[in-house]
């Protein structure tokens, strides 16, 4: 299917900690990204959100190790290629991520237009300066950003600027895919409106071609996705549209994530009404049966007897051993 941008199929990735031990955080995990689509991607700290967005670029290294599973890219499976074709062939120009924090790692030594020129010339060595700075100042220019910040260091901007100059340096390369990852988490909530607006018009200007976005927020991604995955100790629980997740969420899971957090109005101060118990699992240990069990309030012991298969209906999958009815129309 030629819309498709990309489709994973069943990833496995793992930590190969000190002691010899396999952390699986992304843990058989499939889902498909196509054109003009965003993803969200929602789910605790700890869940393996960042893991599988490593994961998609192919960084997979030190610990992050690769096990199995496919990652297609506009039909290439890149799980296939070598370190070298991946950072010349896909990084950036196929697939561009936005790390967690990225913002706090600009060079602070670095004046904006030097940055980006440090990074354009990894890719295309024979660029000249100004013919960067020339790019950068148009870019810049199409997503509202003042020109003076290619002329500052990174300590002269505010933390929605920086975010604002990571995302536009990000998707310099016109990327297919982008991968940002908790874009919004360490800012206010009025700088969180702006940022979300930005990565928007990223899409609706075809600077990017789809989104994935990462967040601890569930019901954020009403706003920005279409379809949406919760995922809990490296697996896919709940995926749907982000209308059905967010509204008709069937996971116990997904019902706490939705209901435990307040999404705070323009003008108001956020906060939680109520978290959900306990914590993730330690993914060290293996469990057998459904992850969240042990936290859910509706587990049974069918729960925790077998693992729990997905269930599929139309665009629908979640996995849970409760008969959840799931209404034709979904
Ligand atoms: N470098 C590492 N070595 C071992 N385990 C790790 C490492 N980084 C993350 N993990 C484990 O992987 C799991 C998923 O982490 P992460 O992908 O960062 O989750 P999230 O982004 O959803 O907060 C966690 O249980 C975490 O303990
Ligand atoms: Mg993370």
New binding site residues.
Partial sequence: MSDKLLNVEQLKTY?D?RFGEK?F?VDGVSFDLEEGKVLGIA????????????SLIGLFA???CYDSGAIVIKGRDVTQLDKETRRVEILGKKIAYIP?SAMNALNPTAKIKNFIFDIMKEHFPDMTKEEVFKLAKERFKELNLDERVLHSYPNELSGGMKQRTVIAISTIMNPDILVA?EPTSALDVSTQKVVMKMLMSLMEKKIVKSMIF?T?ELPLLFHIADNIMV?YA?ECVEYGTSEDVVFKPLHPYAVELMTSIVVPEVGQKGHKLSSIPGA?P??KYKMTGCRFAPRCSLATEACTEADVEETVVGHRRYRCVMDRKVKSDV
Avoid: V
């Fill in positions: 930590y900690t952390i955080a789910g605790e700290s700890g869940c393996g959100k960042s893991t599988l967005a490593l030190k610990p992050l967690q990852d990462i601890h995922m490296g993730p330690n993914l």
